[in-house]
């Protein structure tokens, strides 16, 4: 049964503390998101990956978040330091690149890290 | 900058009955549309996704697409109260990038 893990599934931290969350993406899929959901908000795309290539991070605080995939097995998303209006749960999904539509581009969601920053 | 739009709800709706779901796109080159599911606490999981005009039934949901009117649709028939949850609809749009437009979700409340 493939599925997208993420850990942690809950953090939390005091502000100004740096703040760490993994993807592991289901295996062949080579696109991944990071989206933050909030009641006000909803779901915000925070920053895509295609092939482990950044493709766009224009959602997300560059001051504070970075987004990287050292290898095709994880991305990683990082809040330094962190702020309470952070505070959200944080989704990381993964997909399959290319131009066709349909069922091809679904997004399988991870079970998410719930983040309180106090 | 590409819209999807919902009504936030809550949309009750009592047990047995159809709960019709609605959502408005602003891109009309869109290509593909999809309905997750969201339970309280859980994460968005894929109902079902529909890319040509018309309905696609699967068991109780029924899709219907109106590239038109730029309006998708969410049927459930024979609504139980495990249905009660939030439905987001999402849009590709297409052009090379891979990411979906997500609305912000319709509460769903099936009153027993």
């Known amino acids: 049964d493939a599925r997208v893990t993420q850990t942690p599934r809950h953090k939390v931290t005091e502000m100004g503390q740096e703040v760490t969350m993994r993807c592991q993406p289901i295996?062949?899929?080579?696109?991944v998101f990071w989206y933050r959901q909030t009641m006000m908000q909803g779901l915000e795309l925070l920053a895509y990956?295609?092939?482990?290539?950044?493709?766009?991070d224009s959602g997300m605080p560059k001051d504070r978040f970075s987004a990287e995939m050292p290898d095709a097995t994880l991305a990683t998303l990082k809040i330094q330091p962190s702020e309470p209006r952070d505070s959200a749960v944080y989704f990381c999904?993964?997909?399959?690149?290319?131009?066709?539509?349909?069922?091809?581009?679904?997004?399988?969601f991870g079970p998410g890290t719930r983040l309180l920053v106090l | 900058q590409k819209e999807v739009e919902q009504n936030s709800g809550p949309l009750s709706v009592p047990e047995g009955a159809i709960a019709s779901l609605n959502c408005t796109y602003s891109d009309r080159g869109s290509q593909s549309f999809f309905w997750y599911r969201q339970y309280s606490g859980k994460s968005p999981e894929l109902i079902m996704f529909?890319?040509?005009?018309g309905d696609k039934e699967d068991g109780r949901f029924t899709a219907q697409l109106n590239k038109a009117s730029q309006y998708v649709s969410l049927l459930i028939r024979d609504s139980q109260p495990s249905d009660s949850a939030t439905y987001l609809c999402?849009?590709?749009?297409?052009?090379?990038?891979?990411?979906?437009?997500f609305g912000k979700g319709t509460h769903l409340i099936i009153q027993p």
């Open positions: 999402a849009v590709y749009s297409g052009g090379g990038a891979d990411g979906l437009t």
């Open positions: 990956f295609r092939n482990r290539a950044p493709l766009d």
């Open positions: 529909i890319y040509s005009n």
């Open positions: 999904a993964s997909g399959l690149a290319g131009t066709s539509g349909g069922p091809r581009k679904t997004q399988y």
């Open positions: 295996l062949g899929h080579n696109t």
